[in-house]
């Protein structure tokens, strides 16, 4: 089984940051991607940024050039550091990774309970 363990969300005003972290452990044969969602109340959740075993990113055109999405292989983290933040930022971020538990399976995706980031105006 794998587990995604989320921090580093909260209050904070308009135009400050805050930087998540995602720690993932467990039974890891490959770990193809991990990434960031959130979901506003009343909304379907999306894509915030992913980057992939190969260190490629995505982002959501809503956050391009304010936050970066980063990794550390060795300590099998995501970070996600957001700056310039909007009120329309505040949601509960949620981590995803893609993770073969072995070589012989499927990628499965994995998700964290999640982290209430608000924004204040």
């Known amino acids: 089984q794998v587990q995604l363990a989320e921090s580093g969300g909260g209050l904070v005003q308009a135009g400050g940051s805050l930087r998540l972290s995602c720690a993932a452990s467990?039974?890891?044969?490959?770990?193809?991607?991990m990434g960031w969602y959130r979901q506003a109340p009343g909304k379907q959740r999306e894509l915030v940024a992913v980057?992939?075993?190969?260190?490629?990113?995505d982002y959501a055109d809503s956050v391009k050039g304010r936050f970066t999405i980063s990794r550390d292989n060795a300590k099998i983290t995501v970070y996600l550091q957001m700056n310039s933040l909007k009120p329309e930022d505040t949601a509960v971020y949620y981590c995803n990774a893609e993770i073969m538990a072995s070589f012989k399976s499927n990628s499965q995706g994995y998700w964290g309970q999640g982290t209430q980031v608000t924004v204040s105006s």
């Open positions: 467990g039974r890891i044969f490959r770990l193809n991607s």
């Open positions: 980057i992939r075993s190969g260190v490629s990113t």
